[in-house]
């Protein structure tokens, strides 16, 4: 029979808590958050817009390019963080209410950042974008991490099962007031309109009444942070690490597969981000987690995982900024010949168009962006200077 904690033994365990980590950082895990970053600010600074090769664009609608994959594997890696994060806390329940705040102040952070790179530089408040990408990582992690806190695998597995397939029949059976049936179409489905309700003159510029990171489709994004908070709780298990691999292979095979299947009814959509995006690109998360994790941590091979580990440990400070730097570019005039033009225009029509074909300078400029990054980030690493939220 086990005998119960004493308040001297409960005290040296939240001293314990208090004075060192849980465990040391998954490297793998900042390797994986690192190429993410990376591949998102690859996609996110082409010399020309117009001129982008098939697999750095989004689908135009339903389907899944590699950069359709870059922001659920965010998602996907911020839950596995939050287990790292937070497993030592949640086995003190009297720690929970404070452990709660600081979740919550974190999410809010981040969608602070968000809006003040949607507000930058202009700050036009009647039409703002509310919505965005930093915007729904503070929310999902939130969601994701008082979850996690609060519930057991169990839990959070039928939580998961309920959220997919409450979405999938909203979207699918629901009517669209002054639409009619539902249906799927980019202006006319009811996430959008929710979002064209809610937030009207807020949203996306490029669609006006509809968000990629709307209201409803938020709730599926939740369900990718779980899927990474299963996952890091299987990691995290005191087993041997071939094993824990294989099985996170194995579901991270079953789960690509049955988003695949459920796309035959429920079309894989990032924009929506259907419930067969949520399964299909959790499923392809896990596989890439799992071979870095089987590479780096129980291989042991780090000789070349260094450019990838300067963007993981910093990601959301290179996020900000690479937003931030381009805007600060734009305001920055330059005289030409041809009359005045911005600084990135100057840089990019001197030293790229001329020597490059449209393509590939669009694509050299955004190869140094990652690479003017890289540095800075270089040097932040080995002045063990990480920012943190």
């Known amino acids: 029979m086990v005998s119960p904690t004493t308040s001297s033994q409960k005290e040296r365990v939240l001293q314990d808590s208090e004075m060192k980590p849980i465990q040391q950082r998954l490297k793998s895990l900042d390797v994986f958050r690192g190429i993410t970053v990376l591949t998102m600010i690859l996609v996110n600074n082409p010399g020309n817009w117009g001129k982008i090769y098939a697999p750095l664009k989004h689908a135009t609608w339903h389907g899944c390019t590699p950069t359709d994959l870059v922001f659920p594997f965010f998602l996907f890696i911020v839950g596995v963080s939050i287990v790292y994060a937070l497993s030592g806390t949640k086995q003190i329940p009297e720690k929970h209410t404070a452990t709660i705040f600081r979740i919550i102040r974190r999410g809010l952070t981040l969608f602070a950042l968000g809006l003040f790179l949607a507000l930058f530089p202009k700050f036009e408040f009647d039409t703002v974008r509310i919505p965005g990408v930093l915007q729904r990582i503070g929310v999902v992690f939130i969601i994701a991490g008082i979850i996690f806190l609060k519930t057991e695998r169990r839990t959070q597995i039928l939580i998961i099962c309920a959220l997919l397939v409450g979405y999938w029949a909203i979207m ?11 249906n799927l179409q980019p202006t006319t489905n009811l996430a ?29 994004a939740v369900v990718t942070g779980l899927l990474g908070v299963l996952t890091g709780q299987w990691l995290k298990k005191k087993d041997e690490p071939g094993n824990k691999i294989a099985w996170l292979m194995v579901w991270g095979v079953i789960c690509t597969c049955l988003g695949l299947v459920w796309d035959l009814h429920f079309p894989i959509n990032k924009s929506l981000w259907t419930s067969s995006f949520v399964l299909y690109t959790g499923g392809l998360a896990m596989l890439g987690l799992g071979l870095c994790y089987w590479i780096i941590d129980v291989k042991g091979y780090q000789k070349y995982t260094t450019p990838f580990l300067v963007y993981g440990v910093n990601a959301i400070t290179v996020f900000f900024l690479s937003g931030i730097i381009p805007r600060i570019m734009s305001m920055i005039k330059v005289d030409t010949p041809a009359g005045e033009v911005d600084s990135k225009t100057y840089l990019y029509e001197t030293f790229y168009t001329p020597h490059l074909s449209p393509y590939n300078a669009s694509l ?14 270089y040097f932040m690493y080995r002045k063990n200077i990480i920012i943190k939220v």
């Open 172 to 182: 699918m059976f629901a009517p669209v007031p002054g639409v009619g049936v539902a």
């Open 192 to 220: 959008a309109w929710i979002d064209n309700t809610l937030l009207p003159g807020h949203l996306w510029k490029s669609s006006k009444v509809w968000d990629p990171e709307g209201i409803l489709s938020t709730l599926p």
């Open 364 to 377: 050299a400029w955004a190869l140094t962006w990652i690479l003017f990054w890289m540095i800075i980030l």
